[in-house]
């Protein structure tokens, strides 16, 4: 089945989420942040993504801005941060996340071949549209689908079914792009064609599904389509 | 509320998970476990729980078992273990992990008193009850529940209806323990009365319930009845 549409995770995979802890390190008030900032990017994340499976398994749904608010005072305590303005700042640089370097090229190219573009991401519209206009890739985008349209969080099928709702178009003529193993695999699970990006060198995950491309970043997805 | 019944989760709870790497280590055969073993047990759990929410969400249940064997095999290729002789020692020795050293007496306990003691599990039939033989603390359990009844894990509101199914007891009347501070918190939000074992010092986890009582171990259980 010939790719018509594109759709990309966006947290971990558009944009880099351990930049916020990174960023703020580096930063002359958050020096409390020196040591511990890899551990609370990798804390606050992994609890950013329990809580938003825990909460779709029980059927109490949030938005992410409240998850990562969440995920972020688990992983402060977790590692003795307890300066309110390391908080605040942190959370400040999560609506400004870097997009990794090669993200814009390849959006351009798939934009210039005549390819759907698109985010699906567990993130509320109000995060990614100030993610995507931060990085300046809007331009290269034909949507911005977020989770909150249908009040549960990836890999629920219902997550996954706002591409064809979106786009017209059925599910193996998607090629669905994230960084994130269990996405991935979620979204082959699914129906959609499915590249991994294995920035970390990880195991795959072992689900009800494989990915059925793995590669290191985003510059082989332009050859995938 | 009276508490009536006393309903315990079985991993890291009443049985020590940590212990069948720990233990493999030990052996001379398993020797590639030497320094790895902490991180093996720490991956093989978390993906173990992982795989479990993420299979709830998606709808594509599979039983615990299947899930400890994908749990581990991805920390062996994580920890670059590949001796299959280990890998089916560690699955061997999870069939008869040891209970805490307090659990049968709080048990024991709670029994004379004429609480309803039982387990409400992950784990499928076959693997608890090989880990209540081997622990002998079956004499001191009313019943073992296991969510392959259901069909879905925790912390679906399926899965803590056995309980009210099985004892006729209203929610209030229950006190439910457990280790992960996600099963707690999801008990307390379904409407059990909760104790959150927190043997590591953990955060609290921020999710949309917290328990009634955190304590360092089980000892303190038959107090707070």
């Given at each position: ?71 972020l005072d ?77 009040g549960v ?73």
């Open positions: 089945m010939t790719i018509t549409t594109c759709v990309f995770d966006a947290y971990g995979t558009l944009f880099d989420v351990t930049a916020a802890a990174q960023a703020a390190a580096a930063e002359p008030n958050h020096t409390d942040l020196a040591n511990v900032w890899p551990a609370i990017a990798r804390d606050w994340r992994a609890k950013q993504l329990e809580y938003s499976w825990l909460r779709a398994v029980a059927g109490r749904h949030c938005d992410f801005w409240q998850l990562t608010q969440d995920g688990w992983a402060l305590e977790a590692n003795h941060v307890t300066n309110p303005g390391t908080r605040a700042r942190l959370l400040e640089l999560y609506w400004e996340l870097p997009a990794y370097p090669e993200a814009p090229t390849i959006l351009e190219t798939l934009k210039s071949r005549g390819i759907n573009t698109a985010i699906l991401s567990n993130g509320s519209p109000a995060m990614l549209n100030a993610a995507v206009t931060s990085a300046k890739i809007g331009r290269f985008l034909d949507d911005t689908l977020s989770v909150e349209d249908v969080f990836k890999p629920s099928d219902r997550v996954y079914d706002m591409v064809g709702a979106r786009f017209g178009c059925v599910k193996d003529s998607v090629l669905f792009v994230s960084s994130n193993g269990w996405d991935a695999a979620g979204a082959a699970g699914y129906g959609f064609q499915t590249a991994w990006v294995n920035r970390a060198g990880a195991p795959v995950d072992r689900l009800y599904a494989a990915p059925h491309h793995v590669v290191s970043d985003l510059t082989a997805i332009p050859e995938l389509i």
